[in-house]
């Protein structure tokens, strides 16, 4: 994968990428958080921050964005399971999970 490459998510991409950043940083602990999500907590705050502040429209975002998106999702699936997933995030469970397929795809990690 290029690390150039850009990936565009729709508005309610963008809130679901919203709700597992909020999980995985205030929800629950992730231990080793920078190699589990695959960006510095830091810089995941910045993100879902940015993510606030854009409101409900679509986004593009790069490949290191798409990929702690796509970590944040599986941790947060892994975590709250088909009991609470939908309660804290909003999303249905599978439609979180197909989420999570559409990301592999993109991400050719599949």
């Not at 695959?38 to 940015?50: Q, S, T, V, Y």
């Not at 998106?69 to 088909?82: K, M, Q, S, V």
């Amino acid at each position: 994968m290029n690390p150039e490459s850009q990936f565009s998510f729709d508005p309610e991409e963008l809130g679901l990428l919203g709700s597992v950043l909020n999980e995985v940083l205030n929800g629950f602990s992730v231990p080793d958080f920078d190699r589990r999500i695959g960006m510095k907590r830091a810089d995941a705050e910045n993100l879902l921050k940015h993510v606030h502040a854009l409101g409900r429209v679509a986004v593009t975002l790069d490949a290191h964005q798409t990929r702690a998106f796509r970590n944040a999702l599986y941790e947060t699936i892994r975590e709250l399971g088909d009991e609470e997933f939908q309660t804290r995030t909003g999303y249905d469970l599978s439609w979180g999970e197909d989420s999570l397929k559409k990301i592999d795809r993109l991400l050719g990690s599949s």
